[in-house]
DNA sequence: TTGATATACCTTGCGGTTCAAGGTATATTC
DNA sequence: GAATATACCTTGAACCGCAAGGTATATCAA
């Protein structure tokens, strides 16, 4: 069951990925976590979504990572590159652009 | 080209529709040009996403419809249903849900 | 009268993406 | 020695927005 699809998602892993990684180097299951927290629980993202938007964003060249050695577990940690910071801007910028229709339209006179 | 999957769409287009119509009734034409001035020009949808919905949202209950001849012309008026009333209230607090989190993600400190 | 534009309906196929579920392996705690 | 937490990963299905293309009538301009 478990409706698939759900609205409203498309677009925001990847933004929020971006947006946070933009602010500190970070590895993917912390990731996961974070991004909990800073929705303030309002999204909560699995593993099998964050994984392959970390690597489709590494191999389109918006992120580069290194591997970091941590009490016997490796960990990847990821961070912006110029190219990541443009498309965090571009993805913010469209973001403001729905969001801000969206409201205008929710927000019309109750009745004619 | 034009890429594809724009991000922030999913979703929108049926939350558009249910709120413009518990408006009022109005048919596909008009919708695509309502939902344009709606949005203050910020979201555009085409017949191609605007009629499929339209059908599957009366498919599934949430919407009636009736024929109206006008000017030589058949228009096809789309009203809610109480279910669709139901549905629009769900989409409307999943949308606020997430555009809260969001919100909340993109306003954290612009550094540590 | 013929051609272009606007109105009004519609379908098909592509492509991209989220998600649940499942899989591997090590460290820690009970 | 068993469960839980950490940490990585892939696969498959489902969904859905979009461009492009298709039909037909009314209107207006040349």
Redesign the interface.
């Known amino acids: 069951m478990a409706q698939s699809?759900?609205?409203?998602?498309?677009?925001?892993p990847?933004?929020?990925l971006l947006?946070?990684l933009d602010?500190?180097e970070m590895y993917g299951y912390e990731l996961v976590r974070s991004?909990r927290k800073?929705?303030?629980?309002?999204?909560s993202l699995g593993e099998g979504v964050i994984y392959p938007v970390l690597h489709s964003l590494e191999r389109n060249g918006s992120l580069k990572s290194r591997r970091k050695a941590v009490a016997g577990r490796t960990r990847v940690y990821y961070s912006l590159t110029g190219k990541g910071r443009q498309r965090l801007q571009k993805?913010?910028s469209?973001?403001q652009?729905?969001?801000?229709?969206?409201s205008?339209?929710?927000e019309?006179?109750i009745?004619?």
Chains 1, 2 share one sequence.
């Not at 759900?6 to 677009?11: E, I, L, Q, T, V």
């Not at 800073?38 to 999204?43: D, L, M, Y």
């Open positions: 699809n759900p609205p409203f998602m498309s677009g925001v990847e933004l929020l947006r946070l602010q500190s991004i800073a929705t303030g629980e309002a999204i993805l913010h469209d973001w652009r729905i969001q801000g229709g969206i205008t339209a929710l019309a006179p009745h004619a």
